[in-house]
Structure formats: structure tokens, C-alpha cells
């Protein structure tokens, strides 16, 4: 009973510190709007294994600070130039995605050149219904004029518009965080 009170105590303080009512002029309709709530953050430093996993002798991995990762084809002359130009060129409020989920139950989010999102599969359940209560920033123009207010996308497609609204983040502020090249080891000189 205690415990019954107790809780009602916090929701009675929290709920309306995170809602506000809205009444329109018309006279009486109110609706409630949930403040805006940033998306989950990225784990850079998970990001930045996951990378350097997977790096090879023809690719390095530029990753930018909202989890925009690029591949740069290797031997090149300065990745960060080319990870930003890759970056850029991607970069449209409607850029399509695909989504898939890998063996381990993570998911990879592609786009049009060589260009991803890596999430880990423990954070999927959290983002998946942080996009549900966000939709409205997540789809362009362009698509809430051809989608229903109803509608709900699958999980995966909700993943795949946070990775593209990141995208389109990591566009504006253009916040590399890291390089990740190969290893290209000297050759031996015999003496």
C-alpha cells in the first residue's frame, strides 16, 4: 500500500513535468504534447571496436560524432577529406536506408555509397520505441505527405530512420571522432 502511494506520489510530480497541455482556441478540445526528447546516444567507443574489428588493408573507417560511419578505400591520401565528401554527398532529408540485422542481433543500416550505422543489438528495444514516440522527426517532408497519421513502420524501418536523421546530424556538424586505418607494416631491409 505503501509502495502503491509512494509511486503515484513520483507520477503525480514527474508526469506533469514532462507534459503539457495544449488547448486549442476553439474551445475545449485538449491534447497532451510530450516535451521533446533527445534520441538515445551513440556509443562511440563501441562503435570505434566494431570498427577496428573489421578494418582490412583496403579500407579505413572514418567515424563521425553522432555514429555516421564511413569506409575509405586505402591507400588514400587523407581519409577525413574523403570520409567528408562521402559524408555530404549523402546527405538529403529523404536519403534511403536498409536495414540488417547481422548474426550477432545487431543491426547495420546502409545508404547509397559507403556510408553506415552499426547499433548493437542491447540497444535496438530502447531506440525502437524512442522512434515510435518521435516519429514526426523522423520522417522528411516529403514522406508525412504520403503516409497516413496511423501508420507505424516496422522496428527495423524505425532504426533505419534514427540512423538516417543521425546521418543527417553528423552532416551538419561534420564531428570526426575517429580514423581507423589499416596497419601497413614497414617492409624488412636486409642488411
Not at 6 to 33: K, Y
Not at 122 to 143: I, P, Q, V
Given at each position: ?52 574489428a573489421n578494418t582490412t588493408a583496403d579500407r579505413a573507417f572514418v567515424v563521425f560524432g553522432s555514429g555516421t560511419v564511413v569506409l575509405v ?119
Amino acid at each position: 500500500m505503501v509502495m502503491a502511494a509512494s509511486v503515484g506520489l513520483v507520477i503525480a510530480w514527474w508526469v506533469p513535468q514532462r507534459m503539457q497541455a495544449v488547448v486549442d482556441n476553439e474551445g475545449g478540445r485538449g491534447e497532451s504534447l510530450i516535451e521533446e526528447v533527445p534520441a538515445p546516444g551513440v556509443d562511440v567507443s563501441r562503435l570505434v571496436a566494431f570498427c577496428a574489428a573489421n578494418t582490412t588493408a583496403d579500407r579505413a573507417f572514418v567515424v563521425f560524432g553522432s555514429g555516421t560511419v564511413v569506409l575509405v578505400d586505402e591507400p588514400c591520401v587523407d581519409p577525413v577529406e574523403e570520409g567528408l565528401r562521402i559524408l555530404k554527398s549523402c546527405a538529403a532529408e529523404d536519403t534511403a536506408f536498409l536495414t540488417k540485422r547481422t548474426d550477432q542481433g545487431d543491426m547495420m543500416v546502409t545508404f547509397r555509397d559507403a556510408l553506415f550505422h552499426w547499433m548493437p543489438e542491447k540497444e535496438l528495444f530502447s531506440l525502437e520505441m524512442w522512434a515510435a514516440e518521435n516519429l514526426g522527426r523522423l520522417f522528411s517532408a516529403s514522406e508525412r505527405e504520403k503516409i497516413s497519421d496511423d501508420w507505424m513502420p516496422s522496428a527495423d524501418a524505425r532504426i533505419g530512420l534514427i540512423a538516417r536523421m543521425r546521418l543527417l546530424e553528423d552532416a551538419e556538424t561534420l564531428k570526426v571522432v575517429k580514423v581507423i586505418r589499416p596497419k601497413v607494416e614497414e617492409p624488412i631491409t636486409q642488411q
